[in-house]
């Protein structure tokens, strides 16, 4: 097993004017689950293949162990990757795609199999193994893509998406299959992904990236509690927490005819206006008629809850495309529905508190 250090990592494509990862610093620890998630194009996956030895470095290093492997090829690495297409042959057998990688290391005909046998028991593969890739589910395929990886007994795991050409049921029972087994096995993993919840769900840690840029490492809960900006605080959490930019006033932030109460200490840091984050379960509806006034356009029941959807009242018609929509999660059946309106309160404890010009958090 080993860590993994990217140390001031950059990479820069032919005919761009910005870096795809501008100086990447970040530390993965022996055995860890590292999941580094984004939208498209902030540059995880390129993160990963740099790592891998698929992408060059134009600037920066990066460390295996005490290894400096920045140079060295993909094969010199002691890496296992796991595509998100699996990349299986489909003229051989389940047994001969895992064994492969070993057959082409010159291992011995009875230590592949039993490394292949060894693999397929952990992986519930036994009874496939004669088949060919055609004969499988995707998440069978999946998982032989997962076998052909730690049968090489890697330093380091990589993973570029790999549920993602599962259906919606079989990726929630497969991320939960793969980070028992990642902890099982105690190998180093990266883990590419833009799923935000498959990120929170899987990852000892999780990288937030933007436009090649690190925003926060965090544990997943230390990433949903703490958001160090309005960018991460806007990606990590279903539904998306609530930011809605007021006019800074006499005890506190101006949203709509509400003032949410914020302490002199934080306005202090703020400008002319700040940003006011709540997460959904954070706004319950108001027994006193004050509160958030909240036109509900939508409403979700979810069987145990439900979210509601709508915007602040008194947004001009003019305005109501570009107002931010605000969701608060309720308990369901409580008769509400589309075109009323509603006050929600927030737990001033758990409100959020972004400075608008720096959008870093200031609560």
Do not use: W
């Not at 090489?152 to 259906?167: A, G, H, I, K, W």
């Not at 769900?201 to 925003?215: K, S, W």
């Amino acid at each position: 097993m080993a860590t993994v250090t990217f140390r001031d990592a950059s990479r820069v494509y032919p005919g761009s004017d910005r870096p795809a990862v501008d100086k990447l610093n970040l530390e993965i620890e022996d055995g860890e689950f590292m999941v580094l998630v984004g939208p498209s194009g902030c540059g995880k996956s390129t993160s990963l293949r740099m790592l891998a030895g698929l992408e060059d470095i134009d600037a920066g290093k990066i460390f295996i162990g005490d290894r400096d492997v920045t140079e060295l090829s993909p094969k010199d690495r002691d890496i296992a990757m796991v595509f998100q297409n699996y990349a299986l042959y489909p003229h051989m057998t389940v047994a001969d795609n895992m064994g492969f990688a070993l057959k082409m290391q010159h291992v011995s005909k009875a230590d592949r199999a039993a490394r292949v046998r060894e693999a397929a028991r952990l992986l519930g593969l036994e009874e496939y193994l004669n088949r060919k890739p055609r004969a499988l589910s995707g998440g069978q395929r999946q998982r032989v893509a997962m076998g052909r990886a730690i049968v090489r007994q890697p330093q380091v795991f990589l993973m570029d998406e790999p549920l993602s050409n599962l259906d919606a049921k079989l990726r929630v029972a497969t991320r939960t299959q793969i980070a028992a087994l990642q902890s099982r096995l105690g190998v180093t993993t990266v883990y590419v992904t833009h799923d935000q919840v498959e990120a929170m769900t899987m990852g000892d840690r999780v990288a937030v990236m933007r436009d090649g840029l690190l925003q926060q490492v965090d544990a997943p809960l230390a990433l949903y509690d703490h958001p160090v900006n309005l960018f991460v605080a806007g990606f990590i959490g279903s539904p998306a927490m609530n930011l809605i930019s007021g006019a800074v006033v006499d005890g506190g932030v101006q949203v709509g005819d509400y003032v949410v109460p914020v302490s002199r200490e934080v306005l202090a840091k703020a400008g002319e206006t700040a940003t006011v984050g709540i997460r959904p379960e954070h706004l319950s509806i108001s027994e006193d008629g004050r509160g958030i006034a909240v036109d509900v356009s939508v409403i979700e029941e979810l069987g145990a809850e439900g979210n509601v959807y709508g915007t602040l009242s008194g947004v001009s018609e003019d305005a109501i495309m570009t107002a931010p929509q605000i969701v608060a999660r309720t308990h369901a059946r409580i008769g509400m529905h589309r075109g009323s309106q509603l006050r929600f309160t927030p737990d001033l404890s758990r409100v959020h508190v972004f400075n608008d010009a720096t959008q870093e958090r200031i609560s």
